[in-house]
């Protein structure tokens, strides 16, 4: 066998590439190291993950804790509220709150202590953050690391609007897992196969003398009475052609004139194997109904309509979703909620609004209505929306699957409406409902609200028009095949 011979200037040359191998391997260690603590550290039907929890006060009117980068976060969820915030909001991508300008001069302090469940892979990337606050006092933020149940502090942040460096209202920070004593937590992973349903907010509100009003500016193609058996045979027929499953119909409460219309909805329903639900009329003209008037309300509707069989049920729960639901503090619906389960009148409901903090007491969360704010990024938001609601489990006390829902929407335009602000947002032709149903379908969410067969006043109908014909049923159609898989 023949020696290889080396010399004694290749000896140098292989030393030298020897010592910048190890180089490397020094620079790069702590991620080889994380990776492999993360690869393995978790059973393999568990999903590994952080657990940051958030102290955050403040002692100004308002003020926002932003996460510039949210794609690692998977959810968040709300451990205690201090003080008596006027409002506050939990997000994927950061938490705000406000409070009266008189409990700012009295000296008073808010705040929320929320957990967020951060993607094992964060720990190779920093969080940026931003913390800003009215133009009075300070805002405090405190971080930890969670490990079980012991909380390891991070590090503290206070913006104070008095101090020279942060007069430009924003304080900007870094949140770097690679410095902390971050440890993963392993939670179970939930089953994200449902069967996607499509449904349409409905409204059967109308009477023959309502086509004649001058807020309306399209008509559909024929005036109609809502309690007419044919016309409602009819709208179900058109919403099932286009991949409709359900109707969500508007509900203002016993001995009501939607009330009188839903079992002819229920019965003609269940004969055409279609869905339907009850969209919960919570506000009046006056602000919210009061907790007494609530209970009654949905305790009559769970015993009435709850055992039909086109009620939309969840695991044998009749489901009920809920308008304006933010307008009536959260403590209130689980105290309603609380008290119906005590009577047998147990239900699956849903939220309004984006805001994480619901899902502590309901079991989902949807949006009505596609605004101003919202459409800048609205595929950005359902996707924070949909990742916080499938993941909620990880930090919940109890294990069952949240609903996660997304809103489209053909336009909205309220400028004959007497007392409203104007808002409008074109139709486009039928573009913009395209672009809201891209936006729903990229967040694989489980169910889609169409905002609406039949709101005729706001114009977000899709229902067959004197202006559309039957654009927005083929638009639907279209993409209800494309997101079932049809």
Known sequence: MRRLAVKPTDWFKIMIILLLFGGCLLLYSPILLAAESTEGACPGNTLPFYRLRVEYTTSSDWSRLQIENPEGVLTARVLTVNGTPKWYNVRADGVSMGQELAAVKDGQRIGVTVDYALAAEGLHRPFSLHLQNGSLNESRVRLYIVVGDTAHFVKEIVHDVGARE???GVLRFLLDLNETTAAIACGM?????REHLLWAFYYPWYHIESWSRPELRDHPEKPYESGDPNMIVGHIGAARSAGIDGFISSWWGPSSFTDRNLPLLLDLAQERAFRVSLYFETLTDSGARNAEEIFNWLAYAISRYGEHPAFMKINGKPLIVIWASDSVPLETWKRIFTKLRAQGLDAVYLSMGFGGQSLEVF?????????????SDLTKTYKLNSRVTRFYHLLADASTPKISVATVQPGYDER????RKGAFLDREGGAFYRGTFEAALSSDPDWIFITTWNEWYENTHIEPSQLNGEKYLTITREFAQKWKGQ
Do not use: K, L
């Open 363 to 375: 079991d989902g969360v949807h949006d009505y209505s596609i605004s101003e704010s919202t459409i």
């Open 189 to 193: 992973m939930q089953p994200t196969v």
């Open 416 to 419: 004959s409406i007497p007392g």
């Open 166 to 168: 942060q007069s430009n």
